[in-house]
């Protein structure tokens, strides 16, 4: 029978061109190194939009009720107006301006040499060469501008927020952080169940769309709630682990890099080669990884958006549901 036909168990939850915003991914001090000419910028090679719509949209639901009452006052101050009000709204606007703010392309992910480790210092530049192109470096560096809230400052600070809460979302996407011979797992075409794709969109989108349909009744929501549950049931012992951040000022987006690329190792690339159909046995045991990724980022981009716009006593008392 055709892995397309087979019946599923019914399984419930486990659980975006202003001049300051060119000034991307590096410190401070190496911001100048991203005015480069536009030519190598359309030279970068294309990339699957990291977790697709509905999972950047679920990071930020999830982040949006563990931030503090000082936080969420500062992130709906910066909302644009289109947000209704909401992160998550605007969570998915970095893929969708990519093309447009062509410099921003490179910072959705990271390559390591077909290592199954990543290190900033090999890893977190743009096929230039220019360090700290990447998607944690990217992080940091959205951290650090969002630092300046309520001072003067030359930057977009709604585009920074925005901009950083996808790439918390991006960093946690196991194949952002792959290997470079296969643009992470872009290039590794791949049958899910019967509909040709690759192996970097089954992580993005058709996991997460298989799980929305069979175990969720086609609601984004609903699993939203159920990874929610899971935050304060099955993985409550688990969250003071994932918000665990020994680095005050900037960020632990290093850690999550480190993270993801074992994640690829052991689960996103293993067993898989070229032409093969991923079915349930695929699916069953990768989709845990995904649930807990997604939770993962949410809990992880509240963390630094607390301490942003609250102050260091947010590292005192663990994160608790607004």
């Known amino acids: 029978m055709p892995p397309g036909k087979r019946q599923r168990q019914r399984r419930r939850g486990r659980q975006e061109e202003s001049r300051e915003q060119r000034e991307m991914a590096p410190p401070p001090h190496q ?10 910028l359309l030279l970068a090679p294309p990339r699957a939009d990291a977790w697709g719509k ?14 503090s009452e000082k936080a969420a006052a500062a992130v709906q101050a910066l909302l644009p107006e289109s947000a209704g009000g909401e992160l998550s ?5 970095a893929d969708q301006v990519r ?10 992910y990271a390559n390591t040499p ?23 470096g990217a992080i940091n560096n959205y951290t650090e501008q969002l630092y300046s809230y309520g001072q003067k400052t030359s930057y977009n600070l709604t585009e920074s927020l925005m901009f950083l809460a996808h790439f918390v979302g991006d960093v946690h996407q196991p194949l952002h952080v792959g290997y470079e011979d296969d643009e992470g797992g872009n290039t590794i075409v791949v049958h899910w169940y019967r509909r040709k794709t690759n192996l970097h969109h089954v992580w993005d989108v058709s996991i997460i769309d298989t799980e929305i349909k069979d175990f969720y009744n086609k609601s984004m929501d609903t699993m939203v709630e159920a990874l929610k549950t899971n935050l304060t049931g099955g993985w409550s012992d688990d969250i003071t682990q994932w918000e665990n951040c020994e680095n005050k000022r900037a960020t632990c987006a290093n850690d999550y890099a480190i993270e993801s690329i074992h994640y690829s190792c052991n689960y996103a690339y293993k067993d898989v080669e070229q032409d093969i159909t991923l079915g349930d046995d695929y699916f069953f045991t990768r989709y845990p990884v995904v649930e807990k990724r997604l939770a993962q980022a949410g809990i992880r981009l509240a963390l630094i958006l607390n301490r942003i716009f609250d102050g260091d006593k947010v590292d005192d008392i663990p994160l608790q549901v607004q």
């Not at 093309?99 to 959705?108: C, I, Q």
Request: aromatic fraction near 14%; hydrophobic fraction near 40%; proline fraction near 5%.
């Open 114 to 136: 077909q290592v199954c480790n990543f290190k900033y210092s090999r890893d977190c530049h743009n096929s230039r060469g220019e360090q700290g192109m990447c998607v944690v």
């Open 89 to 93: 709204t605007v969570c998915p606007w």
């Open 54 to 67: 509905e999972g950047h949209i679920m990071v930020c639901k999830i982040a949006e009720k563990y931030l």
């Open 31 to 40: 911001r100048a190194l991203l005015l480069f000419p536009l030519v190598f």
């Open 99 to 108: 093309w447009h703010y062509h410099w921003s392309s490179p910072l959705h």
